[in-house]
T-cell receptor, first 112, second 112 residues
């Protein structure tokens, strides 16, 4: 039982490149979210989903796209990477609102 | 705007001492207040959580105190140990939103 699996663990991109951060879960939880963690800024919500086919914006959605076609997967897409997107990205899952969130191990992204 | 404000940004405590971290929120519709613990290189993990129908919740050495009228809640770590050295995040959720909003984090160092 892996819980929440994020890939890759590390990535270096050049400005303007695109990439997809993968998040997969095996706990059959409805809620999935993407956060970015920056020094002094805490965890900021990028996008979230309350079920397959349903997504919504978080606090810092600009520059990121998401879709949710299955319960298990919630990929985060960077269409044109910028240095400001250098961060550690975490995927989180939960059964629903007001329940424990389980986080993945994170993806450390550097945009040069 | 920052919906959950956390202080202090960093904290140094001697082994055996009490660590206190404070959070304040703005949205009175929030009804779930968790604390997460994060070790370097890992994703955050739920430590303890409280709902506004109680003023205090204790689990082992960890206690949440909740003041609904002041819109504040705090984490107390009794008999702090070097193994408690980590980053702590408060969070809040509830009302019309499905979003789990985090504070900016507190880096705790417990000196032996």
């Amino acid at each position: 039982n892996a819980g929440v699996t994020q890939t890759p663990k590390f990535q270096v991109l050049k400005t303007g490149q695109s990439m997809t951060l993968q998040c997969a879960q095996d706990m059959n939880h409805e809620y999935m979210s993407w956060y970015r963690q920056d020094p002094g800024m805490g965890l900021r919500l990028i996008h979230y989903s309350v079920g397959a086919g349903i997504t919504d914006q978080g606090e810092v959605p600009n520059g990121y796209n998401v879709s949710r076609s299955t319960t298990e997967d919630f990929p985060l897409r960077l269409l044109s990477a910028a240095p400001s997107q250098t961060s550690v990205y975490f995927c989180a899952i939960s059964r629903g609102r007001g329940t424990e969130a389980f986080f993945g191990q994170g993806t450390r992204l550097t945009v040069v | 705007q920052q919906q959950v404000k956390q202080s202090p940004q960093s904290l140094i405590v001697q082994k055996g001492g009490i660590s206190i971290i404070n959070c304040a929120y703005e949205n009175t519709a929030f009804d779930y207040f968790p604390w997460y613990q994060q070790f370097p290189g890992k994703g955050p993990a739920l430590l303890i959580a409280i709902r506004p129908d109680v003023s205090e919740k204790k689990e082992g050495r960890f206690t949440i105190s909740f003041n609904k009228s002041a819109k504040q809640f705090s984490l107390h770590i009794m008999d702090s140990q070097p193994g408690d050295s980590a980053t702590y995040f408060c969070a809040a959720n509830g009302g019309a939103t499905n979003k789990l909003i985090f504070g900016t984090g507190t880096l705790l160092a417990v000196q032996p």
